[in-house]
């Protein structure tokens, strides 16, 4: 016979009070911290702050009537598309675009070469799904990208950095490290570098891609700058010299070059990663917004957007100049900087007997404010590494920026 509990025997429920606690956040959400740039653009909303800190491109400098004027097109000519879902891999007229791009600029590219994420910060989560099993080991420049410490951090992978000199990543080092750790990839920004502004020259590019092809290692290329340049020639991709054609996945964003609020970027890999990084996709966001992917391929179709790099890249450059015309001044005696010859960073190292994370809060007291540099290091972070800082030159004009170094000079002082 099966037994019955009546209403009068069942126990009474748990009282309010008596309730347990929720199930802890997972490991790595709990062992990453959010970014140092995010969190101080949060401090430092005041509009009389100068900001140096943020990777924000001007944007008084968009071209807000074109991009307008392509979505109007789009919602004239295929409203119904442009609302509707799409395939994960993206648009077909924008990927084809895309590989021309790609094809014009010497790396021969179709367009089922590419996926379309949601920002080029979307393609390194999807990276990190489709290659890095918790525990597994990948190789960063140092100082590196502060977001992508952060996704390998939360793939949790062992993130170990390369040495390196002005010229980026030294090929010796990185054979010894590949050697001694089997890592699954290396992660590079070798154009104009986030957050140094350095550029990695085309021998460099070569033996790295050397080193990677005979030891056995994925490089991702994460070029979201390279389209910047306002002073010397331009460099070839990593993806394009011998040995990398089947091991390298190369980044790209028209955050920097168009809009970055229209959250587009893209991957470019084999084949077989990249239909990883489509599953993976999938399973994040099933695909990018429909109307900005059509808007875009409007855009590239009906605009010049090289022009408009160009326009962009003129004024970058005199902004540049007017930082490096002023940052003499401004820094201590001691202090080395690099000169970019593109992008939008500037990095700079004080003595080292300062410390510009302790020193931020003063500065930014004074009205102007700057990223510290103990934040793109990983692992120890020595005197060293907490004496160098950030310095974006694009957001301010000339005048602003003369202003600006003024301010952290007071504040250093």
């Known amino acids: ?24 956040l997972a490991a790595r959400a709990r062992a990453v911290g959010g970014s140092a740039v995010r969190d101080i653009l949060a401090v430092i909303a005041r509009p009389d702050v100068i900001n140096f ?77 489709a290659l890095i099993d918790p525990g597994d080991v990948v190789l960063v420049e140092t100082p590196c990208y502060l977001a992508a ?15 390196g000199d002005e010229d980026g990543i030294a090929p010796d080092a990185l054979e010894e490290l ?41 490089i991702v290329e994460d070029d979201p700058y390279g389209e910047l340049r306002f002073e010397g020639e331009r460099v070839p991709w990593i993806a394009s010299f011998p040995g990398a054609e089947d091991r390298t996945v190369l980044l790209g964003s028209f955050s920097k070059v168009m809009a970055p609020g229209l959250r587009l970027g893209w991957l470019r890999a084999p084949a077989e990663l990249l239909r990883a990084c489509t599953v993976a996709k999938q399973a994040a ?37 007017a930082m490096l015309d002023g940052i003499g001044d401004a820094l201590p005696e001691g202090s080395t900087w690099t000169r970019p010859e593109g992008g939008m960073f500037l990095w700079a190292r004080l003595p080292e007997s300062y410390d510009t994370t302790a020193l931020l809060r003063g500065v930014v007291e004074r009205g102007v404010a700057y990223v510290p540099g103990a934040s793109f290091y990983a692992g120890e972070v020595g005197r060293a590494e907490r004496a160098t800082m950030r310095l974006c030159f694009v957001t301010q004009t000339p005048d602003e920026i003369g202003e600006g170094l003024r301010r952290l000079g007071a504040g250093l002082r």
């Not at 295929?78 to 509707?84: F, G, M, S, V, W």
């Not at 410490?149 to 040495?163: E, H, I, M």
């Not at 059509?294 to 890249?313: I, K, Q, S, T």
């Open 178 to 218: 590949v050697v001694r750790h089997r890592p699954k990839l290396l992660y590079t920004v070798p154009t104009f570098r986030n957050p140094t502004g350095q550029t990695m020259p085309g021998e460099r590019r070569a033996a790295v891609a050397e080193v990677a092809a005979r030891l056995g290692l994925w």
């Open 285 to 321: 966001d099933l695909h990018t917004p429909t109307v900005n992917q059509l808007a875009a391929a409007r855009y590239l179709a009906d605009r010049d957007l090289d022009a408009h790099v160009r326009r962009v890249a003129r004024v970058y450059g005199e902004r540049r100049d």
């Open 1 to 24: 016979m099966t037994a019955s509990v009546t209403a009068a025997s069942a126990s009474p429920p748990a009282s309010a009070s008596a309730s347990a606690s929720v199930p802890a």
């Open 53 to 129: 800190a943020g990777g924000l491109p001007a944007p008084e400098l968009f071209d807000a009537e074109g991009v307008a004027a392509a979505f109007r097109d789009v919602f004239a000519d295929t409203p119904a598309r442009a609302l509707q879902y799409a395939t994960t891999e993206g648009e077909p007229a924008l990927r084809e675009a895309l590989a021309l791009r790609h094809t014009g600029r010497g790396l021969p590219t179709d367009a089922d070469d590419l996926l379309v994420t949601t920002g080029s910060q979307q393609a390194l989560s999807l990276l990190a799904t």
């Open 149 to 163: 410490l952060q996704v390998f951090g939360l793939a949790g992978a062992r993130v170990v950095a390369v040495p």
